[in-house]
């Protein structure tokens, strides 16, 4: 009861709850598990919530300082360090789970168990060249120019209803199987499909190129304007899109399949073994489908200064610029339907089980994502 009171107390990562193989929210993790208890029952609410943030490129620590003597209670950036630290691919991640509605129960050999739940996952790429752009595209020290790739910036964010259903069975001695089954439901997604930004400084004279190619893909109810005469995308309005939440995120036809499997092997009396895989599955949009695509270059040549202060043609050369650089960034856009991936987890484990009461884990976790692993 002290628990139900205070949440935060029992707030737990996937990691951990791993090995909670007595708590019936990790079978989740694992679909080989099974419990001696004849039924467990989830209800809304009080059974399981879940959150989690994670990112790969820096600390808090490396990001953020406080100021000393009278700017002691200012809080600044240090993006020096920052630069330091971020890797050439660095992502921010946050999930939430939210149990609905669920129970497991035992047959003879069989565990069976059901759950209906509420899930999303965001993540954002962030190239380590972004924290770069702060000293602009030329190294002074050196008197050379400075490219930049900027090509991992982007988003996957994906919120989807699941309703599973699985069981698990010891199929002989000290080894025991589990398949989860899962019907999902997608209420929306925004994933960059492609994503190519590239800054190329030339030198005597200074010359800067910009060439990208962005695939943005997204169901979400949105209005889109056209141009008249060039069909490309002029604006994009959200003002209306919540105001069908029922047809729009639950009623539609985003529809998609996953699978979980699992075992878990006793090598002997004190040491566990155990594997699986969690969220091998898609989803098929075809509901309030958005396709953004946009390929283009701009050149921006370097101007004298002098010339452009007393030309009469000031407005002129600006307005070009920012035609120019507008131009680059249009955008097409159709309403095919696309098919998503979730994120598949790998988990492999060993429990060595020092006595009745201690237990020590060992947990290697594998995520797959942008057609890479990430430990």
């Not at 029992?10 to 001696?36: C, E, R, W």
């Not at 943030?53 to 100021?67: Q, T």
């Not at 003002?239 to 499997?261: E, K, Q, T």
């Not at 283009?296 to 000031?314: I, M």
Request: aromatic share 14%; hydrophobic share 35%; glycine share 8%.
């Amino acid at each position: 009861m002290v628990f139900l009171i205070l949440p935060s107390t029992v707030f737990s990562q996937d990691n951990t709850l791993y090995f909670m193989h007595t708590n019936p929210q990790a079978i989740h993790t694992n679909p080989a598990l099974g419990y001696k208890c004849v039924t467990y029952i989830e209800l809304p609410a009080i059974s399981s919530l879940r959150f989690s943030y994670g990112n790969s490129g820096f600390a808090y620590k490396d990001a953020f300082y406080h100021g000393t003597g009278a700017q002691s209670d200012s809080l600044y950036i240090d993006f020096d360090q920052l630069d330091k630290k971020m890797k050439n691919r660095n992502y921010i991640r946050n999930a939430y789970s939210v149990n609905i509605l669920g129970a497991g129960f035992r047959i003879k050999d069989y565990f069976f168990h059901f759950n209906v739940s509420s899930h999303g996952d965001t993540r954002v790429g962030i190239p380590g060249d972004l924290m770069s752009l702060t000293d602009g595209n030329w190294d002074s020290s050196e008197d050379v120019p400075r490219d930049f790739d900027l090509s991992t910036l982007g988003v996957n964010a994906v919120s989807y209803t699941q309703v599973a259903a699985g069981l698990s069975k010891e199929i002989t001695k000290g080894l025991r199987i589990g398949f989860t089954v899962k019907y999902l439901l997608g209420s929306g997604t925004l994933t960059t499909r492609k994503s190519n930004l590239e800054f190329t400084t030339q030198a005597d004279p200074i010359v800067l190129d910009v060439s990208t190619r962005y695939n943005i893909y997204a169901s979400f109810p949105a209005e889109v304007t056209y141009n008249n005469f060039t069909d490309l995308v002029e604006r994009v309005n959200f003002d209306n899109s919540f105001s069908d939440p029922v047809h729009d995120f639950i009623l539609n036809r985003n529809r998609g399949l996953a699978v979980d499997a699992g075992i878990l092997y006793d090598y002997s009396e004190k040491i566990l073994l155990s594997a699986s895989i969690v969220d091998l599955g898609f989803i098929r949009w075809r509901s309030n489908i958005n396709r953004f695509e946009s390929e283009g270059q701009f050149t921006f040549r370097g101007f004298d200064l002098l010339n452009y202060s007393g030309g009469t043609d000031q407005t002129d050369l600006l307005q070009a610029l920012l035609d120019s650089i507008q131009d680059s960034w249009q955008f097409v856009n159709s309403n095919d339907p696309f098919t998503s991936m979730l994120t598949p987890k790998i988990y492999t484990g060993g429990l060595y089980k020092m006595n009745k009461k201690i237990a020590f884990g060992a947990l290697l976790r594998t995520d797959f994502f942008d057609r890479r692993t990430h430990f």
